[in-house]
């Protein structure tokens, strides 16, 4: 089975992860990903994605991180594709829940109801975060991916499994 896998490093400004969104676009473009106007729920939901797990890399940790993109056989029309963002912290990612009034603190909720599968695990010093989004799903649906991918209505979990 032959994976892509594309990285880019980012650093501790949130400027940052603008850079990140414009690297990953092009990205699934040249993937296959986002080439088509039936894509483009497909490519904005992992756009945003993205977005929100370097955003807390570099807000929660305040030192670089890595983001990679990895792309299994066939990601354009039915494999998965797998984003994972590398920081130096040790510290656990933490879920929260924002209240209304709040700005900021839905990160890891929206990672949650959009992806299929996340998750993190200790790398180094520091810790890798996940997640995972199955291409083959509908993500043209109404509601979109989270819909879609049987996670409308889904209480995000506050318990991640730490993986090996």
Excluded: Y
Excluded at 36 to 54: G, R
Excluded at 56 to 72: D, I, K, Q, Y
Excluded at 153 to 164: K, L, Q
Aim: net charge negative; aromatic share 4%; hydrophobic share 40%.
């Amino acid at each position: 089975m032959q994976v892509l896998q594309v990285q880019l490093e980012v650093g501790p400004d949130p400027a940052e992860v603008g850079r990140a969104r414009r690297w990953a676009r092009s990205r699934l473009a040249g993937s296959g990903i986002s080439g088509m106007e039936s894509d483009e729920p497909l490519a904005e939901t992992l756009i945003l994605l993205i977005s929100e797990l370097v955003t807390n890399a570099v807000v929660h940790t305040g030192c670089p991180a890595v983001l990679r993109v990895l792309f299994g056989p066939g990601a354009a029309e039915t494999g998965t594709v797998r984003v994972e963002v590398a920081d130096a912290s040790a510290s656990p990612p933490e879920p929260r829940h924002a209240r209304s009034e709040e700005t900021g603190g839905r990160g890891l909720e929206l990672v949650d109801g959009l992806a299929d599968r996340w998750g993190w695990q200790p790398e180094g010093g520091g810790k890798r975060i996940w997640c995972e989004v199955d291409t083959s799903a509908d993500t043209s649906a109404p509601g979109g991916a989270a819909e879609a991918c049987g996670l409308a209505g889904h209480e995000p979990s506050c318990a991640v499994p730490r993986t090996a």
